[in-house]
């Protein structure tokens, strides 16, 4: 990250400010698409793979896409079970029903 005009900047590479406009590379970094929240690594549903039984942390998006999914079944602290995922695409087990996620609906669901 730098700033120029007040504004931060992220380099597409994993870069750091050394002094003033130079840059060099973060060495001994780990990437991952896990989240770290309150001390709790948590990742996207799309990232389970089938047969795998997770645990709902945390659910994102507008109130009315929240209340869809809790509706459907998808509430904090619930579990939910990938049954199969095909281009990120899922068909998930949650409580008694099987449901179909495409991946943007599915990323929103936190593990």
């Known amino acids: ?15 750091r400010l050394v ?3 130079k840059l060099s590379p973060i060495s001994g970094l780990e990437v991952t698409n896990r989240i770290a929240e309150g001390g709790e690594e948590m990742m996207p549903l799309t990232m389970a793979k089938a047969g795998e039984t997770a645990t709902i942390r945390k659910i994102s998006g507008k109130d009315e896409m929240r209340q869809h999914l809790a509706e459907l079944g998808f509430v904090v602290d619930s579990a939910v079970t990938v049954v199969s995922e095909i281009a990120g695409n899922l068909i998930v087990q949650v409580k008694d029903s099987r449901i179909a996620l495409d991946k943007t609906m599915a990323n929103r669901i936190m593990i």
């Open 19 to 21: 002094s003033g406009d």
């Open 1 to 15: 990250m730098y700033k120029k005009e007040g504004a931060e900047f992220f380099p597409r590479g994993l870069t």
